[in-house]
């Protein structure tokens, strides 16, 4: 294969190369030994010598050298595992370079002639490989030839995938190609004569839609911040839609949250990410949310195929998709029939004999003596055999899963459980009963010993009995565990209210978390002893909500109850440190302790936070605001005549909220709330998307005539305040006042009872046709909007927070955050990637730092400021690697907090500086930058050090804090946070005042040296070069009439102080000297167009680092 050319210095270092064939140029070798026989000296020899020495040379036992003639140094252009396959690349060298080689005069030219075409050679295989991995490989390795030379990206920038369309030019139509890649967007055409070219980051996407006008029939409409642009005409319009809002989605995903939102491994690599790749992974997520299976399932096989269906006796048809620890089959119409098989509980898959009533049969028996049938697999062989494997290693994991558990149990003493309960009362003996609460793993549902008492509760006891009978005669008919059929009939029964005695069982057959609790026994047991004890934010909150979680019930008014929901929180809280606890994460807890035993509860938790509602706690509640903007948009679907009648969609959104982050439990009576659970828990996020436009749909009339955001609250909360179930059908009447207000506003009707299976029915029969691929498609584009709102607003925070210490307009400042944002991006998509995590893993962990989580959003390391530097700064520089040396002296000035990186607010306040502050100041700022920190010993490794800036009083939390100057003692944790403020503003005031270090003669020199490298092409060029010899002279004097004074007490004694005979000067005696010339104080008085400088950098930004990142990847 073909190297990136490497130099070697001896051709026949001690003698382990034979050459086999050469010529003037190139060298054909082949390793000593290798071929002979194995007892040989030489060949021992060698292969003891490559053992130690040169590892990959046992690989490759052939290679060729590129040679100069009359030089020593040759390189290594190619190598081989067999000889034929190194004559080739020979063959290939002798007649197509060896004849053109001749006519080169200067050897050395014809030598980096060769580097060339092989490196060429090189990236021609590297597009070979990945066309061949397209459907098309011709085609797309022309289009990836034209893509790199149209737009001059870096060969990182991996092409997806390109389609022809046309792109409107206000009315007019552009006919060219539209080229997706990992990070942009790009159309070039070429007609009559006119080029049009666009690049476009998927960064700077904020909307994809699909649009309809009188020009066009249909077509994509691409949002960015600055402009719109519509593309049609596509021959696949449906598809290059999807792989647009897949791609956008990814990168925003990769680029804005990569800590906060789950993102697949294979596409956090970028250079992995294909056509192929992007189409299975759409199928992934919508199997994923289909079935609800953890994020970490992977997807193998999907097979077109019909299963036995006993309770219809046929055969279904439909789709069987194999994941690492599941066979999952669907109907073609979704919803219909669904089936769920934990490979965990699968005792066998086996080929049955194929005859024309059932081609090609599979049998699936499970342990538990039930068997499921498959027919019309294709392929069947191999599919067999993957599931065959995948199953005997999940067999192989249980199994020693299940030696290590018993080998601990031996030795352990088992842990203790409490299946009995405390009273409420308190006794003696309180602190110990408590810590036997905090730690005892309760071994039943709280609903068993606490019973809340329900108005209307005698009736409801006779429909517990037969919902049980019925639900017995479905799991006749239709199986009882995770792999039962569930079809539209067990929605019926679901919608019904499930009783009581059966809610935990069917909510953990439902999520199947009983899969997960059966393959970690001991787990939480496990958690709760470690996390038990442990203080932290997460904790803190959770003591504070903990007595806030259905204060109403009596299994909460218990310490027994208060204490269960303690564990389970803490203990997920410990589980998953990344989302820790979030707000309505303990209604939803107190909910699943009711009806499901502790730690059964515990792994429901894990299901709905981790599965059924990813993305919903994390820090910013991404996931839920996603599905908000879903449900406006399913409502300008489903609803249209709402939505014409009120436009803006996102109040009745907020409203909204918190049906979807408590899943109605904050605002249906509780048995109500309960019913939607049980839908939640058989359909997932469906049915809340399905209920919602039903309430929303039964309110249309009077939300319509709504005139304020109030008013629609009002109506909706009365709605479901009035909505009953079965088992409390007489809803507690409103007080007097609330009957008053509701008489006295006509706007408001009092709202008729409703009971909640009559309104789960209207939803699913109404809006049956919702399904989750859908679902999943909205969430796809709708994410790109919420996460740019989000980068919107943490724009305006950061401007706010940086312009009132700054004189750059706001025009300007907002386009700095976009070349600082824009900089932080390019590394991201084609920089050290290594170095670039580095940072980004720096600017999040380092959350105790000082810094705010807007100052931490974005922060340049040292390289990416360079780049900045040099579009941004005001003065040019005689060469660039002086150019280097100040920014490099710049950058450790700036980096104050240790942490080696720049704040957005240290940058604009350095360019403040440079742009907008006096002479006196501008002065100040270059006399820092040459004496230490910035200037250090040696300019080729800058320090990284920067100066100390601390508070005199350090922060203790529950300790002892040190007496102030006014001799208060501060306690309080408030006031210990305002103090240390405090000290850090007057710490600033004093460095302000305190004058500034002396500059010695070696730092003067280098002053000096910025100052003549600042005036290189300056229409006044010679006058300022004549007024700073002019100062310089002057400060020389001066610093030599001090050094004379000072030393000569120095030698009036022995001379053993005398031996620095450096003399100094200060900031201020440089600043007096530089005003008494004229030149220099225009020079420095004289505005810089900054506005002009931003609009140069937009322009050259990109082209400039993408060349240089090119340059280095070619080098390296």
Not at 76 to 104: M, P, R
Not at 124 to 150: I, M, N, S, W
Not at 323 to 344: H, M, N, V
Not at 454 to 473: F, T
Request: glycine share 4%; aromatic share 8%.
């Amino acid at each position: 294969m073909w190297l990136n050319p490497e130099e070697v210095l001896l051709k026949n270092a001690l003698k382990l190369w034979v050459t086999a064939r050469s010529n003037d140029f190139f060298l054909l070798q082949k390793r000593r030994g290798h071929g002979e026989h194995a007892n040989k000296i030489t060949g021992l020899l060698v292969g003891a010598l490559d053992t130690v020495l040169d590892s990959n040379a046992r690989v490759t036992p052939f290679r060729i050298l590129l040679q100069v003639p009359g030089s020593q140094i040759s390189w290594v252009i190619a190598s081989g595992a067999t000889i034929e396959e190194v004559n080739k690349h020979w063959d290939w060298l002798v007649h197509n370079l060896l004849q053109s080689l001749s006519v080169f005069e200067n050897k050395e030219d014809a030598a980096s002639f060769v580097k060339g075409k092989v490196k060429g050679l090189i990236a021609e295989e590297v597009r070979g490989r990945q066309a061949a991995q397209e459907e098309d490989p011709e085609k797309f390795r022309e289009a990836l030839l034209k893509f790199e030379l149209h737009f001059g990206l870096p060969s990182s920038e991996k092409l997806v995938t390109y389609y022809s369309c046309c792109c409107w030019k206000g009315r007019v139509p552009r006919q060219g190609f539209l080229y997706l890649s990992v990070n942009h967007m790009a159309f070039y055409s070429f007609l009559l004569g006119k080029e049009v070219k666009l690049v476009i980051p998927w960064a700077e996407v904020t909307r994809l839609e699909r649009v309809s006008t009188a020009l066009m029939t249909e077509a994509i409409r691409v949002t960015t911040r600055k402009r719109q642009r519509e593309f049609s005409m596509f021959l696949n319009l449906d598809e290059a839609f999807g792989v647009m809002g897949q791609l956008a989605d990814i990168t925003l995903r990769r680029l804005l949250d990569s800590v906060g939102l789950e993102l697949d491994r294979v596409l956090q690599q970028t250079a992995r990410i294909t056509k192929r790749i992007l189409e299975e992974q759409a199928i992934r997520e919508y199997v994923l949310a289909l079935f609800r299976l953890p994020r970490s399932e992977k997807l193998y096989e999907v097979a077109s195929c019909s299963a036995w269906t006993p309770h219809s006796r046929s055969h279904t048809a439909g789709t069987l998709y194999t994941t690492d620890a599941y066979l999952c089959f669907s109907s073609r119409e979704e919803g219909s029939c669904t089936l769920l098989i934990p490979l965990s509980e699968v005792l066998s898959i086996e080929k049955a004999e194929s005859t024309s009533a059932l081609p090609n049969p599979v049998i699936v028996s499970m342990r538990t003596k039930k068997a499921f049938q498959l027919i019309d697999l294709q392929d069947r062989d191999d599919l067999v055999e993957s599931m065959n494997s995948r199953l005997r290693t999940l067999q192989w994991k249980h199994s020693v899963f299940r030696s290590r558990k018993g080998s601990r149990r031996s030795v352990a003493s088992p842990t203790p459980y409490y299946t009995f309960y405390y009273d409420a009362g308190l006794s003696d003996e309180e602190e110990v009963e408590e810590q036997v609460l905090r730690n005892t793993v309760n071994s039943e549902a709280l609903m068993t010993a606490f019973h809340q008492s329900q108005p209307g509760g005698n009736g409801n006891k006779s429909m517990e009995p037969v919902k049980e009978r019925l639900w017995e005669d479905h799991f006749t008919e239709f199986g009882r565990g995770v792999h039962m059929f569930r079809t539209e009939k067990i929605q019926k029964l679901v919608a019904m209210g499930i009783p009581e005695s059966l809610r935990g069982e069917l909510w953990m057959t439902f999520s199947d978390a009983c899969s997960e609790l059966d393959s970690h026994q001991g787990y939480y047991a496990g958690l709760v002893q470690k996390s038990m004890g442990h203080s932290n934010l997460a904790t803190d909150e959770i003591e504070r909500d903990l007595h806030r979680s259905l204060p109403d019930h009596p299994a909460f008014q218990n310490p027994t109850g208060i204490a269960a929901l303690r564990r389970v929180l803490t203990a997920y809280a410990h589980r998953n440190p990344k989302i820790g606890y979030c707000q309505s994460m303990n209604i939803l807890a107190s909910v699943l302790l009711l009806y499901a035993k502790e730690e059964e509860a515990f792994w429901l938790l894990v299901a709905v936070c981790e599965r059924m509602l990813p993305d919903y706690f994390n820090r910013r509640v991404i996931g839920a605001q996603v599905d908000q903007s879903v449900f406006e948009e399913l409502i300008r679907e489903r609803l249209p005549e709402l939505a014409e009648q009120v436009p803006d969609l996102s109040a009745l959104s907020s409203v909204s909220l918190s049906w979807f982050l408590t899943l109605f439990l904050s605002v249906l009576p509780f048995q109500s709330a309960v019913c939607v659970v049980d839908c939640f828990f058989f359909q997932g996020i469906k049915s809340i998307f399905q209920l919602g436009l039903a309430v929303l749909d039964a309110n249309a009339a009077q939300l319509s005539a709504c005139t304020d955001d109030g008013q629609a609250l009002m109506i909706l909360t009365s709605f479901l305040d009035q909505v009953g179930s079965e088992e409390s059908p007489c809803v507690s009447p409103p007080p007097p006042a609330a009957e008053e207000n509701s008489c006295g506003d006509t706007n408001i009707p009092v709202a008729r009872h409703t009971n909640i299976t009559d309104l789960i029915s209207e939803a699913l029969a109404k809006f049956r046709d919702l399904t989750v691929r859908h679902i999943e498609r909205l969430r796809c584009l709708h994410r790109v909007r919420v996460l740019q709102a989000h980068e919107d607003t943490i724009k305006e925070n950061t401007l706010r927070l940086v312009s009132p210490d700054v004189s750059i307009s706001p025009e300007n400042l907002s386009d700095l955050y976009d070349l600082f944002k824009t900089e932080h991006f390019i590394t991201l998509y084609w920089g050290d990637s290594s170095s670039a995590a580095a940072a980004e893993a720096a600017a999040w962990q380092q959350g105790d730092s000082g810094h705010s989580f807007v100052e931490r959003q974005y922060r340049l390391d040292r390289p990416q400021f360079k780049s900045l530097y040099g579009l941004l700064a005001p003065w040019p520089s005689g060469s660039s690697q002086h150019t280097d040396t100040l920014s490099n002296r710049t950058f450790t000035l700036l980096a104050l907090d240790r942490d080696n990186l720049v704040t957005f607010k240290e940058f604009a306040s350095w360019l403040d500086t440079l742009y907008c502050e006096e002479l006196n100041e501008k002065i100040r700022f270059l006399y820092r930058l040459h004496i230490p920190p910035a200037l250090t010993e040696s300019e080729d490794e800058p320090s990284l050090k920067s100066p100390l800036l601390s508070t005199s009083r350090p922060l203790y939390v529950n300790k002892e804090t040190p007496v102030s100057e006014s001799e208060e003692v501060v306690k309080d944790y408030q006031e210990q946070l305002k103090q240390m403020l405090q000290d850090l503003v007057k710490e600033k005031e004093k460095d302000a005042d305190k004058p500034l270090p002396l500059m010695n003669q070696r730092e003067f020199i280098q002053f000096c040296k910025t100052l003549y490298s600042m005036f290189h092409g300056d229409p006044e060029e010679n006058d300022l070069f004549q007024a700073i010899a002019t100062v310089t002279s002057l400060v020389l004097q001066i610093g030599e009439a001090g050094h004379r004074e000072q030393t000569k007490p120095t030698a009036a004694s022995d001379g053993a102080l005398a031996a620095d005979d450096e003399w100094t000067v200060s900031y201020a005696q440089i600043l007096a000297s530089l005003l008494t010339e004229q030149a220099l104080v225009n020079f420095f008085e004289k505005p810089a167009d900054l506005t002009e400088r931003i609009a140069q950098a937009k322009r050259n930004q990109y082209q400039q680092r993408a060349g240089l990142l090119t340059l280095q990847r070619g080098t390296s």
